[in-house]
């Protein structure tokens, strides 16, 4: 194997150096970015390829561009053809209909030779596990690394030791912040998050588990004077569970609020939830940070979020510099390989996760080891 380091200006210069001088099935280790003494930043890349890849490389491409190439030229002559027949029998009709079929069929084989275009050398092993990973939406680069590093410390033969060192791998760069424990000095805590995420329900779930395993006093805030019926449904929840509650239709109120309520061991703030792109909202949870100063602030996000939504709220939000993340729906979510990225990527912590909606059964706090079988189950082990 052919390993070499390179440096550059951005992650684009250093990836086209690696494309041209190792080609494109070159796989890429590792990246670092670093302040450059003359202004800026550099980009420090660590490239590999196998020295056998480059020709059962070149034999698969050249495989694929004739499949293509038969693809275009049957197709062209069909649409010549049934241009030029203007009274087609039902014989033919059928055999046209099977031949459309046949090529759709290979059309679906280029797909997914080009998906899985780094599995041709891999152990079959390798092979399933990048596809489960690629499936459950982790980047490709992650992917990548993953069997890289697996096969690098010769273990592509053992399923039970790959599949184990590839959810490690997963969660190596993903971290974790303690569950809320009670102090001397009292703590606020915000609550943020999108529309829909949960947000309320996980607030009322730890207030509850503080209640009754820390025998913590709390009060509930409720800043979310823009939803109909927010400030009652949390009401209703602090009732139920015996919890003061107060709300705050403006900044100033929550302030004062904040300045009368010392002898609490928790305030928690619960804010609206409305679109991450609004600037006024963006606006609006500011002014509720800087009213409240927490010591905390939580981002709740479901895991039913595709990974591009997912990444873009945590980057719009990243404003208001949330402490750590509370990943709720856990048990409805398709797939947990994009978050799972997203989280290596922003380097934000998550605390807890939740798994369905009873106060205060369905959260716990965060087990990446239980993620990451999520995303590559037992059975791969087969």
Known sequence: MKIKKYIATSMKDGKDQVLRELGEDAVILSTRTTPNPQGGQIVEIVAAIDDNVGSKTSQKSNQILEKKKFI???????LSAKSTVTNVSDASSQALSKEVSDIKKMLFEVADLVKYKYTGNHTPILTKLHKALIDNEVSEEIALKITSKINALDI???????????????????????????????QVILFVGSTGGGKTTSLVKIAVICRLVLNANILIV??????????????????????????????????EIVDRELDRDFIFVDTTGKNHKSPEFISYLRDCADAALP????????????????????????????????????????????????????????????????????????????????????????
């Open 222 to 255: 409720s800043a979310d004077a823009y939803k109909v019926g927010g400030i009652e449904q949390l009401q209703t929840y602090s009732s139920i569970a015996s919890i003061p509650f107060v709300a705050a239709y403006s900044t100033d109120e929550l302030r």
């Open 72 to 78: 275009e030229t049957t197709k062209a002559q069909q």
């Open 295 to 382: 010591e905390k602030i939580f981002l709740i996000q479901p895991a039913t979020t595709n990974k591009k939504t997912f990444k873009k709220v945590i980057s719009d939000l990243s404003v208001i510099k949330p402490s750590s993340i509370i990943l709720t729906k856990v048990d409805e979510a398709e797939t947990l390989g994009g978050i799972l990225s997203t989280l290596k990527e922003f380097k934000i912590p998550i605390s807890y996760i939740t798994t369905g909606q009873k106060v205060p059964d369905d959260i716990e706090p965060v087990d990446l080891h239980k993620l990451a079988r999520l995303v590559l189950p037992d059975s791969l082990m087969k």
């Open 156 to 186: 592509a033969n053992n399923p039970k030791e790959a599949v184990f060192e590839a959810r490690n791998t997963l969660i190596e760069d993903i971290e974790t912040s303690q569950s809320i424990e009670k102090s001397n000095k009292r």
